[in-house]
């Protein structure tokens, strides 16, 4: 089914930054989100905000580090609306540092949101998608996966791995299912926020504030994947703004 009106995605990360711009986007265009994130004020307002405005939505407070949190996830969306047809793996954390500082804690809670996280959405999704012979995998990586600097190495890490079995799913997933990743470069979210160490957080909004692109950008970019017929998988997309090297 080409297009995306009456299609049913589920969000992870959706209280802010890409997964909310995501969530607006793909409403107003028709689909029925179900939205996912720790926090349930943002959540409750997302809602409201996209059902006041004529599009349909439902959610659920989620930890995609608890494997059954994104089972109950999933059931919401079939108990919901009947069906699931995208999962977008969004949730994502980056408590980069130097790996000297020996952070072991956040490296640990990175595999455990950016890694596990995503694979806990497969484990829930991909039965369902079995079961209805359609359905697509869409996972949010990063350009830091792409070209390896300083501070990143567990972060990049993190999302390469995800791009590895990204690409294993997409080979295993035979001619009905589809699987996109998308790297976005710098945008204007909260990611900074959840670093730990404050110079690289000062950084971090430093180079956002400079050249930072919205994550409406990377909410229409997903929204394309997700529009193509499904004979056409678009496997990767990169973005990133014009400035960032």
Known sequence: MAGIEGKVVVITG???????????????????????????????????????QGGKACYRVTDVTRR????????????????????????????ISLLDELRVDDWDNMIDVNVKGVLHGIAAAL???????????????STAGLRIVPT??????SKNAVRAISEGLRQEAGDKLLVTTISPGYVDTEL?????????????????????????????????????????????????????A
């Open 14 to 52: 959706a209280s802010s930054g890409i997964g909310a711009a995501t969530a607006r986007h793909l409403a107003q265009r028709g689909a029925c989100v179900v939205l996912a994130a720790r926090r349930p004020d943002r959540l409750a307002a997302l809602c409201g905000q996209i059902v006041a």
């Open 68 to 95: 059954a949190d994104l089972a109950q996830l999933v059931g919401l969306a079939i108990e919901q609306y009947g069906k699931l047809d995208v999962l977008i793996s969004n949730a994502g954390i980056a408590p």
């Open 127 to 141: 039965p369902i998608f079995r079961r209805q012979g359609f359905g697509h995998f869409v996972h949010t990586l």
């Open 152 to 157: 990143m190495a567990v972060y990049a890490g």
């Open 192 to 244: 900074p926020s959840s670093m730990s160490d404050p110079a690289a957080r000062e950084k971090g909004l430093a180079t956002m504030k400079q050249m930072a692109i919205p994550a409406e950008s990377i909410a229409e970019a997903i929204a394309f994947a997700i529009a193509q017929p499904d004979n056409v998988d678009v496997g990767e997309i990169v973005i990133r703004p014009t400035a960032q």
